[in-house]
């Protein structure tokens, strides 16, 4: 199987469990909702997702790249710039302009901008440990996906002001998409093409 093949097999892999995920993250902002708890308490939940959320990511594309032959430094790079930006993007760029295709007011809050620290010493500790010869990708890689599930509804919730209820069936798709794209590019994608890379390099 060709490494297209490949990733086209793992996207699949992945589908059944990201719509679990999301339809988890469905749940649990309807009970937020009714609870009226939405706005009090998802600022600080997406703070803590979020670097976890980084954690995960930049670990499991490190080991990833470093599984496929890659070097210590280029690993920890490779996932220190995949987790940075891809989560960036699941967490906040898809929830932002999805929630504002849903006709709803949202504000743009970018961690990595407004608090540094909380993005970048968990992206840098997790590619750290990835690139140490760690293996266990399979089991970090579900959790990296309910944890990128719960920081993209909790900004949803925490940077839109709006009744969340009636939106539901259409959060249920952004969830989806917001996790399953980012996260798989990000495990999977994003690795394999730089380690496909630094093969043809080494072949040369």
């Known amino acids: 199987m060709g490494?297209?093949?490949?990733?086209a097999s793992e996207l699949r892999e992945h589908?059944?469990?990201?719509?679990?995920?999301?339809?988890?993250?469905?749940?649990?902002m309807a009970i937020f909702c009714v609870a009226g708890l939405a706005r009090e308490v998802s600022y600080y939940a997406f703070h803590y997702l979020h670097p976890m959320h980084m954690f995960l990511s930049s670990l499991v594309t490190a080991a990833m790249f470093r599984l496929h032959r890659g070097d210590l430094g280029s690993?920890?790079?490779v996932g220190l710039v995949g987790a940075l930006g891809i989560c960036a993007i699941s967490d906040i760029a898809f929830p932002y302009f999805g929630g504002t295709m849903l006709g709803v007011h949202m504000m743009l809050h970018i961690c990595v901008l407004d608090h540094p620290w909380l993005a970048i010493l968990p992206s840098l500790g997790g590619a750290?440990?990835?690139?140490?010869?760690?293996?266990?990708?399979?089991?970090?890689?579900?959790?990296?996906?309910?944890?990128?599930?719960?920081?993209?509804l909790f900004y949803l919730m925490a940077f839109g002001s709006?009744?969340?209820?009636?939106?539901?069936?259409?959060?249920f798709v952004l969830l989806f998409v917001a996790v399953w794209v980012p996260c798989c590019a990000s495990d999977i994608v994003f690795p394999l093409l730089f380690a496909g890379g630094a093969e043809r390099r080494r072949g040369r």
């Open 75 to 77: 690993s920890i790079v």
């Open 128 to 152: 750290a440990m990835g690139s140490s010869r760690w293996r266990g990708t399979k089991c970090p890689h579900a959790l990296h996906v309910m944890i990128s599930t719960l920081a993209s």
């Open 3 to 7: 490494r297209l093949g490949h990733i």
């Open 162 to 171: 709006v009744d969340w209820l009636p939106r539901l069936p259409l959060v």
């Open 15 to 28: 589908a059944p469990f990201t719509a679990l995920g999301a339809g988890v993250g469905v749940a649990v």
